[in-house]
Nanobody, 124 residues
Framework: QVKLVESGGGLVQAGDSLRLSCAASGGTISSFAMGWFRQAPGKEREFVAAIARGFRFTRYADSVKGRFTISRDNAKNTVYLQMNSLKPEDTAVYYC?????????????????WGQGTQVTVSS
C-alpha cells in the first residue's frame, strides 16, 4: 500500500511562492504517474498538474499553466509542486495522487492512491 504525505502548505500573500512536497512510502514513485489536485471550499476536487511515469512529460490545468511546475525526484521518492505568482483563487487543500499508468492523467478517477492534503491559503 502506497502512502503519500503532502507538506509545504501555508498562508501567503498574493504574488508569493510556495513549494509543496509529496513524500511516498510503501512504494516507489518511479512506478507511478503522479498528480496534484486541489479542492476549494464548496467546490469539487480539480486537476492541477501531473507528471508521467517515465519520461517527465507534464500536463497542467489552464488556470495554473505558466505559474506552477510539477517535478519528481525518484531518488528521494518525492514529487514537488512549485507554485509561483499565487492568487487568492489558488486557495484550496492540495492533494497528491499516484496513478499506476504511464501517462500524466488529468482525470481524478484514474488515480489509485491519495494523500491527506495540505492547506494553501492566499490572501489578497
Amino acid at each position: 500500500q502506497v502512502k503519500l504525505v503532502e507538506s509545504g502548505g501555508g498562508l501567503v500573500q498574493a504574488g508569493d511562492s510556495l513549494r509543496l512536497s509529496c513524500a511516498a512510502s510503501g512504494g516507489t514513485i518511479s512506478s507511478f504517474a503522479m498528480g496534484w489536485f486541489r479542492q476549494a471550499p464548496g467546490k469539487e476536487r480539480e486537476f492541477v498538474a501531473a507528471i508521467a511515469r517515465g519520461f517527465r512529460f507534464t500536463r497542467y490545468a489552464d488556470s495554473v499553466k505558466g505559474r506552477f511546475t510539477i517535478s519528481r525526484d525518484n531518488a528521494k521518492n518525492t514529487v514537488y509542486l512549485q507554485m509561483n505568482s499565487l492568487k487568492p483563487e489558488d486557495t484550496a487543500v492540495y492533494y497528491c495522487a499516484a496513478d499506476r499508468e504511464f501517462v500524466a492523467n488529468p482525470a481524478l478517477a484514474e488515480y489509485h492512491y491519495w494523500g491527506q492534503g495540505t492547506q494553501v491559503t492566499v490572501s489578497s
